[in-house]
Structures are given as C-alpha cells and as structure tokens.
T-cell receptor
Framework: NAGVTQTPKFQVLKTGQSMTLQCAQDMNHNSMYWYRQDPGMGLRLIYYSASEGTTDKGEVPNGYNVSRLNKREFSLRLESAAPSQTSVYFC????????????FGSGTRLTVV | KNEVEQSPQNLTAQEGEFITINCSYSVGISALHWLQQHPGGGIVSLFMLSSGKKKHGRLIATINIQEKHSSLHITASHPRDSAVYICAVRSASNYQLIWGAGTKLIIKP
C-alpha cells in the first residue's frame, strides 16, 4: 500500500545511546518532515526537507540530525539520547510544501531511560 | 498565546449527537488542515481547506478566513468517531504547519 513507512515502531534507549529512525515514502512526494508529539502538546517540527538534497531546522532541532538520503527516504538520528527525547516521533510527507495535504507514518514510540 | 487554539480540549457525547470542534488561529495562512488521530496513534488527514466548506461522509469542515476560524462538524456521531481531532494551519510566510493541541472526542454508545 502506498504511504509512509516508519521503523522501528517502538524503541527503548539508554541515556547516551544513539539511534536512527528510518522513514520512506512511495508517493513521489517532494517534501518530508519529522515531528515529535508529547502528551498534551501539538506536534512539533524537528526537521524538514522541502526537496531532495535540502534539509532545514524546524521548531525543536536540538539533539537531532537528519539525512535526506534520496527522494524516498528521510532519516532522523539521535546522536546521544536524553530522557527529554522520550516522545512519539512521526514522519510525514507532502507533494510540495504541504500543498496537497500530508501523509503520516504510523509513529515511533521512543523511551529514553 | 498559541497561534492555533482549539476548543473544546475534551468532548464526550452520546452516539447520534451532532459534534462541533472549533479552531481559531492568529497568523496568515495558505491552508488549514483537519486531521484525526486514533487511539492507536496513527494520524490521518481529513480535510485541507483554504476557503468555504468541504464535506466527506458525515464530516463537514468550514473555514471563515476573515474571522480566522474553522469548525469541524460530525453528524450522527458514532463510537468509532472517538479520536483526537487536530487542527493545523499552513503558514503563509514559511509554509510550515502550526499545530493545535487537539480535541479529544469520546462518543459513548
């Protein structure tokens, strides 16, 4: 089925560990996004990629890095995980700057202990 | 003050009731989105509006650009409508989404 695929769905990390969240879309969308969702708060943009080859910081980029590997894939890396990064992470894509609506992945529930 | 405000934060209603969820925003926008997040966590895009009204099944979304206000209505509500409904606006200046905190809707049988 066409859509946005995120892996893993769940992850527990120890403080200081690193990991990469993977995201791939098969809708030929230009733009991709990483959000985090914390209880009682709206989604917050971590990083986005308006098109292949470009990445930009969002609202809460500290502690994260991203790679737009190609048009399909946009990964999010935590170099040294902290408990404050415990959250649910969503990847999303859109045709172009959100013009055609957004498609979301199913989310990654990350716990940092 | 948040740039996107939703009300109510929580809403519990009986099956069959007409539901209204409101969204007000304070920035210039190029579009407004309504999304649904089910208890399992998945997020689904319901509507994208830049003017007027859209209808899909029992869901109706309206927007008043002058008043910077949008509403999401659910007719003949059903327990399967129970979810968090999120309003998000696409900024006219940088095209990024600004998210509301969501409205948690529970429909009781």
């Amino acid at each position: 089925n066409a859509g946005v695929t995120q892996t893993p769905k769940f992850q527990v990390l120890k403080t200081g560990q690193s990991m990469t969240l993977q995201c791939a879309q098969d809708m030929n969308h230009n733009s991709m996004y990483w959000y985090r969702q914390d209880p009682g708060m709206g989604l917050r943009l971590i990083y986005y990629s308006a098109s292949e080859g470009t990445t930009d910081k969002g609202e809460v980029p500290n502690g994260y890095n991203v790679s737009r590997l190609n048009k399909r894939e946009f990964s999010l890396r935590l170099e040294s995980a902290a408990p404050s990064q415990t959250s649910v992470y969503f990847c999303a894509s859109s045709a172009g700057q959100g013009a055609g609506g957004y498609t979301f992945g199913s989310g990654t529930r990350l716990t940092v202990v | 003050k948040n740039e996107v405000e939703q009300s109510p934060q929580n809403l519990t209603a009986q099956e069959g009731e007409f539901i209204t969820i409101n969204c007000s925003y304070s920035v210039g926008i190029s579009a407004l989105h309504w999304l649904q997040q089910h208890p399992g966590g998945g997020i689904v895009s319901l509507f994208m509006l830049s003017s007027g009204k859209k209808k899909h099944g029992r869901l109706i979304a309206t927007i008043n650009i002058q008043e910077k206000h949008s509403s999401l209505h659910i007719t003949a509500s059903h327990p399967r409508d129970s979810a968090v409904y999120i309003c998000a606006v696409r900024s006219a200046s940088n095209y990024q989404l600004i998210w509301g905190a969501g409205t948690k809707l529970i429909i009781k049988p």
